[in-house]
């Protein structure tokens, strides 16, 4: 279609609606002359008359006929679009996709969701699980609206909203008998949820006392997995790995039973049912602190959706 044909069409349909050129240029606040050039300019770029002139009041030719009902189709879009951006502005309809860890999304964001969905329950939530770089790709094409992770996303190309800092604590089996030689070391599942952990004094575990236990490490790229081998590393021995996985919520099952030593967050030991088959250590937090943040990219349009999640999460208490 070329748009050319209905520039200026509020002229034309106000004139059509008073049936008369001078009441037509009073509503426009413009003069009769000027609303009769303007409509002689636009039929003239057409290649034919709209109104019919010899009538009294003024009618529509033939082709003036098929000019307004497209003038009105082209008027119900504008309107439907119209509500439609004022339903997405006021959040009363639209579609958010978050992507996560299935430890982030079952343990970090219901609290965020729950206010926003009690906020705004015509807006569609959709939640994808996956690890950090899948996140990352479908997050930089568009797939998914923000991501909350652990790893921190290239700057410049991601923006992030930092929510909070996260340990990661060395989470070992009661049954291994290296525990035997580290009880000033140990902690429990009350002492992380009470911070003691985080108490500057409270002593940080010599790694390498763990040289030749199994170890249940997520695969290669994780930014877990990427710390664990730095910390083994700093401690000069590499880790004797059972089994890589995806999710730390697997490894962490896995400890429980005795299958081998895991590097585990605080905030999932802080958010899961205590489990005293399992020791914890802190470790240097050099190599174990990190933030948790939501991210999206930083060239898109924030959505008005995206723009309320975010405020949400940040205002939240983790």
Same mark, same amino acid.
């Given at each position: 279609m070329n748009d050319k044909l209905f520039n200026g069409y509020g002229y034309i349909y106000e004139v059509y609606k008073t049936k008369s050129f001078s009441r037509a240029a009073e509503n426009l606040f413009i003069s009769q002359s000027s609303l009769s050039a +303007?409509?002689?300019? &636009?039929?003239?770029?057409?290649?034919?008359?709209? *109104?019919?002139?010899?009538?009294?009041? &003024?009618? !529509?030719?033939?082709?003036?006929?098929?000019? &307004?009902?497209?003038?009105?189709?082209?008027?119900?879009?504008?309107?439907? *679009?119209?509500?439609?951006?004022?339903? /997405?502005?006021? /959040?009363?309809?639209?579609?958010?996709? &978050?992507?996560?860890?299935?430890? #982030?999304?079952?343990?970090?964001?219901?609290?965020?969701? #729950?206010?926003?969905?009690?906020?705004?329950?015509?807006?569609?939530?959709?939640?994808?699980?996956?690890?950090?770089?899948?996140?990352?790709?479908?997050?930089s094409e568009g797939i998914l609206d923000l991501v909350i992770d652990n790893r921190i996303f290239p700057e410049g190309q991601f923006s992030r909203v930092p929510l909070f800092k996260e340990l990661?604590?060395?989470?070992?089996?009661?049954?291994?008998?290296?525990?035997?030689?580290?009880?000033?070391?140990? !902690? +429990?599942?009350?002492?992380?949820?009470?911070?003691?952990?985080?108490?500057?004094?409270?002593?940080?575990?010599?790694?390498?006392? *763990?040289?030749?236990?199994?170890?249940?490490?997520?695969?290669?790229?994780?930014d877990t997995r990427q710390r664990a081998e730095k910390l083994c590393s700093h401690y000069g021995f590499a880790p004797k790995i059972v089994l890589k996985l995806d999710q730390q919520m697997t490894a962490y099952s896995l400890a429980c039973y005795g299958?081998?030593?895991?590097?585990?967050?605080?905030?999932?030991?802080?958010?899961?049912?205590?489990?005293?088959?399992?020791?914890?250590?802190?470790?240097?937090?050099? *190599? +174990?602190?990190r933030d948790v943040s939501i991210f999206y990219k930083s060239s898109r349009y924030l959505t008005r959706s995206m723009q309320e999640f975010l405020r949400i999460a940040e205002g939240t208490e983790f």
């Amino acid at each position: 279609m070329n748009d050319k044909l209905f520039n200026g069409y509020g002229y034309i349909y106000e004139v059509y609606k008073t049936k008369s050129f001078s009441r037509a240029a009073e509503n426009l606040f413009i003069s009769q002359s000027s609303l009769s050039a +303007t409509i002689r300019k &636009i039929e003239k770029r057409i290649g034919v008359e709209i *109104f019919d002139r010899s009538t009294t009041p &003024i009618g !529509l030719t033939e082709y003036g006929i098929e000019y &307004i009902k497209s003038i009105e189709k082209i008027m119900d879009i504008e309107n439907e *679009f119209q509500s439609h951006v004022l339903q /997405l502005e006021e /959040l009363i309809t639209g579609q958010l996709s &978050i992507g996560g860890s299935s430890n #982030s999304l079952s343990h970090t964001l219901p609290p965020v969701i #729950s206010s926003f969905t009690r906020l705004y329950p015509g807006v569609s939530l959709r939640l994808i699980e996956g690890g950090s770089y899948q996140l990352e790709k479908q997050l930089s094409e568009g797939i998914l609206d923000l991501v909350i992770d652990n790893r921190i996303f290239p700057e410049g190309q991601f923006s992030r909203v930092p929510l909070f800092k996260e340990l990661l604590m060395l989470a070992v089996p009661r049954s291994c008998k290296v525990n035997e030689e580290l009880k000033d070391f140990q !902690l +429990t599942a009350d002492d992380i949820m009470h911070q003691k952990h985080k108490q500057k004094d409270f002593p940080i575990v010599p790694l390498n006392y *763990f040289s030749q236990e199994p170890f249940l490490l997520l695969r290669s790229g994780n930014d877990t997995r990427q710390r664990a081998e730095k910390l083994c590393s700093h401690y000069g021995f590499a880790p004797k790995i059972v089994l890589k996985l995806d999710q730390q919520m697997t490894a962490y099952s896995l400890a429980c039973y005795g299958v081998g030593l895991t590097f585990i967050s605080d905030w999932v030991i802080m958010h899961m049912r205590s489990d005293d088959n399992l020791i914890y250590y802190r470790l240097d937090p050099e *190599f +174990t602190s990190r933030d948790v943040s939501i991210f999206y990219k930083s060239s898109r349009y924030l959505t008005r959706s995206m723009q309320e999640f975010l405020r949400i999460a940040e205002g939240t208490e983790f």
